[in-house]
């Protein structure tokens, strides 16, 4: 039997010695510790969940938490603890807020066609977790607002404040809407999932092969989550960067790309009523 734990320790060793992995670095305005971006990850996933369908069927929760926990433990803030929720809705898509805490809507996992696409789509919302990309968006809003020391000292703290704060900004989904990543942060969570996914032992291939069939910043339907993905760089250029990339690397003959837990996944949602519509922009 192959030894994988020492295949893919024997690859970072090798191929990522001279892969350009992007550098980690906090703006000066994010003053956050990980406790207190923990804390405002819990308050923000509080509220949303408010006003989300999350479904809570424990096996698809356990299947799709085992997929994140084992990119969080592969990636470059494996320090924190990771987890997702599945929220009932035709979205095809995913969001992440800061501190670790994931959401995937029924229509990617419907959307995707093998296990290495689903884990590409979170990876990359790991990476954006990794890169502190939510953290900065919001501590960035909030100091605009002049809320930001109000936050970050009530954080820890078992009061109302930031949820009062949450509701006066028009609640979670509004302040979720406001995340507009940069081009450049798109790319940098697109490429730090890639080399997440590929240490976590998942083909690399599969974020790829999602971004050709399925364009993010493109849907037919407008609704709450469409404002947020308004600068996502087009699927082409996303797979573009993510080859050139690749060709870069010596790739294991391992990686997965499927698995009969996926295959039950599946099964398992055509069992469902259907999800419901996504909500129209307040």
């Given amino acids: 039997m192959i030894n994988t734990r020492r295949t893919f320790l024997s690859?970072?060793?090798?191929?990522?010695?001279?892969?350009?992995?992007p550098q980690l670095a906090v703006p000066t305005y994010n003053t956050l510790s990980d406790a207190e971006e923990v804390a405002l990850g819990r308050q923000i996933a509080a509220a949303t969940e408010r006003?989300?369908?999350v479904l809570q069927i424990a096996a698809l929760d356990n299947y799709v938490n085992s997929l994140v926990a084992e990119l969080g433990r592969r990636s470059r803030r494996s320090n924190l603890?990771?987890?997702?929720?599945?929220?009932n809705t035709v979205d095809v898509n995913a969001v992440s807020l800061p501190g670790g805490f994931l959401y995937v809507f029924r229509g990617l996992l419907e959307s995707?066609?093998?296990?290495?696409?689903?884990?590409?789509?979170?990876?990359?919302?790991?990476?954006?977790?990794?890169?502190?990309?939510?953290a900065n968006q919001m501590?960035?809003?909030?100091?605009?607002?002049?809320?930001y020391e109000v936050v970050r000292k009530n954080l820890e703290l078992q009061?109302?404040?930031?949820?009062?704060?949450?509701?006066?900004?028009?609640g979670a989904a509004v302040v979720l809407a406001n995340l507009r990543y940069g081009r450049e942060q798109e790319f940098e969570a697109d490429m730090l999932g890639f080399y997440n996914m590929i240490r976590a032992g998942w083909d690399g291939d599969g974020m790829?092969?999602?971004?050709?069939?399925?364009?993010?910043?493109?849907?037919?339907?407008?609704?709450?989550?469409?404002?947020?993905?308004?600068?996502?760089p087009s699927s082409a250029e996303r797979v573009?960067?993510?080859?050139?990339?690749?060709?870069?690397?010596?790739?294991?003959?391992d990686l997965r790309t499927n698995s009969l837990s996926f295959q039950t996944m599946k099964l398992g949602l055509r069992l469902l009523p259907a999800p419901v519509r996504p909500r129209a922009k307040r």
């Fill in 81 to 87: 603890r990771y987890t997702a929720k599945v929220v």
């Fill in 51 to 53: 006003d989300l369908p």
């Fill in 240 to 253: 573009q960067r993510i080859r050139a990339e690749a060709a870069q690397l010596r790739m294991p003959a």
């Fill in 11 to 21: 690859f970072a060793a090798t191929a990522f010695a001279q892969a350009a992995e």
């Fill in 159 to 170: 009061n109302t404040v930031i949820p009062q704060i949450i509701e006066q900004l028009g």
């Fill in 208 to 232: 790829t092969s999602f971004f050709r069939r399925t364009d993010l910043s493109k849907r037919g339907e407008a609704n709450w989550l469409d404002d947020a993905l308004a600068t996502h």
């Fill in 112 to 134: 995707v066609q093998n296990e290495s696409e689903l884990v590409g789509v979170l990876a990359h919302e790991v990476g954006h977790i990794v890169g502190r990309h939510s």
């Fill in 139 to 147: 501590m960035l809003n909030f100091k605009a607002r002049q809320l």
